[in-house]
């Protein structure tokens, strides 16, 4: 019987290695991938989208969020935020009264070394800068958020941004 204990915390133990490996692994990925923002662009999608982003989450102004989101988190929420009538309040219950932890990080797609694209993605990205002066593209960037809520646990989500061409900061992905 006790060889039957051992080998089932060795695998318990074994399975929490595998589990915390690839966690480790895919943070590590996530830091080769992503360089942070310099602080002027960074500013920028602060005082653009995401102040007010969250100021309409706790408020539960759908109306203002709807103008924030754009892509795959449009089609997922929109008809929700435009059609159910509990949202506003359901909104308001979960993140009223949050407040930030720490500062808000954005990040940008690592540029790689020796690679043509990546250099020339980062010289669209410099030219963009100008708001919309390149046409048909877009600037991605990830924000990394962390709230205080009043009524329920910490929360932590990373916000999935795009620059139009218009030169307009959305959120397409929540996660």
């Known amino acids: 019987m006790w060889y039957l204990k051992t080998i089932l915390i060795a695998s318990i ?3 929490g290695l595998l589990v ?26 602060l005082q653009e989208l995401i102040h007010p982003f969250i100021r309409a989450l706790q408020l539960g102004d759908t109306v203002t969020l709807e103008r924030y989101i754009d892509g795959n988190l ?17 909104l308001r219950d979960h993140y009223g009264g949050s407040k930030l932890r720490g500062s808000i990080e954005v990040f940008r797609p690592r540029q ?7 250099r020339k993605r980062k010289k669209d990205d410099d030219i963009l800068s100008a708001k919309g002066s390149l046409s048909n593209k877009k ?6 958020v962390s709230i ?28």
């Open 139 to 144: 600037i991605r960037r990830t924000a990394v």
């Open 20 to 45: 915390m490996n690839a966690f480790a692994s895919h943070q590590a990925f996530e830091r080769e991938m992503f360089e942070p923002t310099d602080d002027v662009e960074r500013n920028q999608i």
């Open 148 to 175: 205080d809520r009043v009524n329920g646990p910490s929360e932590s989500f990373h916000l999935s941004l795009n620059r139009d061409q218009q030169g307009t900061w959305k959120v397409v992905g929540k996660r």
């Open 74 to 90: 449009s089609v997922m929420i929109g008809k929700l935020v435009r059609e159910n009538k509990a949202y506003p309040q359901f």
């Open 112 to 118: 790689l070394q020796g690679n043509v694209s990546s």
């Open 13 to 15: 133990s074994l399975c």
